[in-house]
């Protein structure tokens, strides 16, 4: 009984947190989508691409969907090597910064936040403004869904499932790294998959080494799935 309970919590905590990125992705897209391609096309110097990737990533919350939507524009010819370099660095930079962010023990932002977006949402009829409420909501469910998943993950230490998982995570990289790839597939972020192992190494259910190993598989090539989806949406 106490697995089930254990499957269905994370389950939907897991389900939440994807729900709530996906939210804040296309609620920024919705406002400045068409925007993108005209910044990333326009940026020559490396040091604003840099900075432009920066941002973006941080907007769409995946240094994925900037890498991909900059390789199309740099075979294209409207983007030269180094300026689309620039960006993917900077995104990878801003990627890094939202997972640090949101990481961060926020829980007493979140009741703002919903009080906030929902009232953009519901009492405005502007359609940037109830987007921008979107976004706070979501913002706001993001830190709801990890509080969540710590608050299920924490009493795991004590038993004996997740210490065997990780004994066979610790003794087989190559096997953590698939695992890894694999979830970010399913998950289809890896925003969101970096933020639930963040939450399970910081609560002690994982090692460092073995969160690591499962960071470089989610941003490998399965780790990309997310993004191709992206610019059929732009």
Same mark, same amino acid.
């Given at each position: 009984?106490?697995?089930?309970?254990?499957?269905?919590?994370?389950? $939907?905590?897991?389900?939440? %947190?994807?729900?709530?990125?996906?939210?804040?992705?296309?609620? *920024?897209?919705?406002?400045?989508?068409?925007?993108?391609?005209? %910044?990333?096309?326009?940026?020559?110097?490396?040091?604003?691409? /840099?900075?432009? =990737?920066?941002?973006?990533?941080?907007?769409?919350?995946?240094?994925?969907?900037?890498?991909?939507?900059?390789?199309?524009?740099?075979?294209?010819?409207?983007?030269?090597?180094?300026?689309?370099?620039? &960006?993917?660095?900077?995104?990878?930079?801003?990627?890094?910064?939202?997972?640090?962010?949101? #990481?961060?023990?926020?829980? !007493?932002?979140? @009741? +703002?936040?919903? $009080?906030?977006? =929902? !009232?953009?949402?519901?009492?405005?009829?502007?359609?940037? *403004?109830?987007?921008?409420?979107?976004?706070?909501?979501? +913002?706001?469910? +993001? &830190?709801?869904?990890? =509080?969540?998943?710590?608050?299920?993950?924490?009493?795991?230490?004590? /038993?004996?499932? %997740?210490?065997? &998982?990780?004994?066979? %995570?610790?003794?087989? @990289?190559?096997?953590?790294?698939?695992? $890894?790839?694999?979830?970010?597939f399913i998950m289809h972020?890896?925003?969101?998959?970096?933020?639930?192992?963040?939450?399970?190494?910081?609560?002690?259910?994982?090692?460092?080494?073995?969160?690591?190993?499962?960071v470089l598989g989610l #941003? =490998?090539?399965? $780790?990309?799935?997310?993004?191709?989806?992206?610019?059929?949406?732009?």
């Amino acid at each position: 009984m106490a697995l089930i309970d254990f499957l269905i919590s994370i389950f $939907g905590a897991t389900m939440l %947190l994807l729900f709530a990125v996906r939210l804040v992705q296309n609620s *920024i897209e919705r406002i400045k989508g068409p925007e993108f391609r005209r %910044l990333l096309t326009q940026t020559r110097s490396p040091y604003r691409a /840099s900075i432009a =990737g920066f941002f973006l990533a941080i907007l769409l919350q995946s240094s994925a969907a900037v890498a991909v939507l900059t390789s199309g524009f740099s075979v294209g010819g409207t983007l030269s090597a180094a300026t689309g370099l620039a &960006i993917i660095l900077g995104a990878d930079l801003g990627s890094a910064f939202v997972v640090q962010m949101l #990481s961060l023990d926020l829980h !007493w932002l979140a @009741p +703002i936040l919903l $009080g906030v977006g =929902g !009232w953009l949402y519901l009492k405005f009829s502007t359609r940037n *403004i109830r987007q921008f409420g979107r976004i706070l909501l979501g +913002i706001a469910l +993001i &830190i709801v869904a990890l =509080g969540m998943l710590r608050a299920t993950i924490e009493p795991l230490q004590s /038993s004996d499932l %997740l210490p065997a &998982i990780e004994a066979l %995570l610790a003794a087989d @990289p190559v096997l953590a790294f698939f695992v $890894g790839a694999v979830l970010a597939f399913i998950m289809h972020s890896s925003v969101a998959s970096i933020l639930m192992f963040g939450v399970a190494v910081s609560a002690g259910a994982l090692s460092l080494e073995v969160g690591v190993v499962l960071v470089l598989g989610l #941003s =490998g090539p399965f $780790g990309t799935f997310e993004a191709l989806e992206l610019p059929q949406r732009l």
